[in-house]
T-cell receptor
Framework: GENVEQHPSTLSVQEGDSAVIKCTYSDSASNYFPWYKQELGKGPQLIIDIRSNVGEKKDQRIAVTLNKTAKHFSLHITETQPEDSAVYFCAARISSGSARQLTFGSGTQLTVLP | KAGVTQTPRYLIKTRGQQVTLSCSPISGHRSVSWYQQTPGQGLQFLFEYFSETQRNKGNFPGRFSGRQFSNSRSEMNVSTLELGDSALYLC????????????FGEGSRLTVL
């Protein structure tokens, strides 16, 4: 099955700096890569996603890049703010046969220091 | 538009008991998936339902089961609870199986004593 590795597990940045979280996946059949933000006591919230036919996608301060050849994708947050502090999860999804589930990375605890 | 609603939010059970968790998806969403979240194992896929049929199942024992009703609401059941079943159980809905975007509820936090 699919395996997703996520690094780093913790990340501290100063407010205003950029943060980068990286993930690798194992199955070349994966074609959908979402990123979720989970705040304490809440469920994961979809913040951005990218499909395998696109190399980069941006949404205001957030961007995701995908390298299909290397099987890795990254989340970039610019001009970080204290409210960006949360756990971030990457995920990958295979759409073949009956499989539609997401396989998640282990999460990155991002702390933005004021 | 209301989000995914899960009930109960918190519950405490003892070993050997069984539990039923409920999930109401976003209006119009027909696919419901369940995930278990623990500090040690992270987010793990339990099962997916679409049109009242289980379409996919993760690597969990048969004590974990679920169903989906005609209005797309879903329930999951865990029988003969074990200490290791303590977790946050998350329900997610999507418009259709192919759209990809999953929207999660706040979860049901189960503690097994």
């Amino acid at each position: 099955g699919e395996n997703v590795e996520q690094h780093p597990s913790t990340l501290s940045v100063q407010e205003g700096d950029s943060a980068v979280i990286k993930c690798t996946y194992s199955d070349s059949a994966s074609n959908y890569f979402p990123w979720y933000k989970q705040e304490l006591g809440k469920g994961p919230q979809l913040i951005i996603d990218i499909r395998s036919n696109v190399g980069e996608k941006k949404d205001q301060r957030i961007a995701v890049t995908l390298n299909k050849t290397a099987k890795h994708f990254s989340l970039h947050i610019t001009e970080t703010q204290p409210e960006d502090s949360a756990v971030y999860f990457c995920a990958a999804r295979i759409s073949s046969g009956s499989a539609r589930q997401l396989t998640f990375g282990s999460g990155t605890q991002l702390t933005v220091l004021p | 538009k209301a989000g995914v609603t899960q009930t109960p939010r918190y519950l405490i059970k003892t070993r050997g008991q069984q539990v039923t968790l409920s999930c109401s998806p976003i209006s119009g969403h027909r696919s419901v998936s369940w995930y278990q979240q623990t500090p040690g194992q992270g987010l793990q896929f339990l099962f997916e339902y679409f049109s009242e049929t289980q379409r996919n199942k993760g690597n969990f024992p048969g004590r974990f089961s679920g169903r989906q009703f005609s209005n797309s609401r879903s329930e999951m059941n865990v029988s003969t609870l074990e200490l290791g079943d303590s977790a946050l159980y998350l329900c997610a809905s999507s418009l259709a199986r192919e759209t990809g975007e999953l929207f999660f509820g706040e979860g049901s936090r189960l503690t097994v004593l």
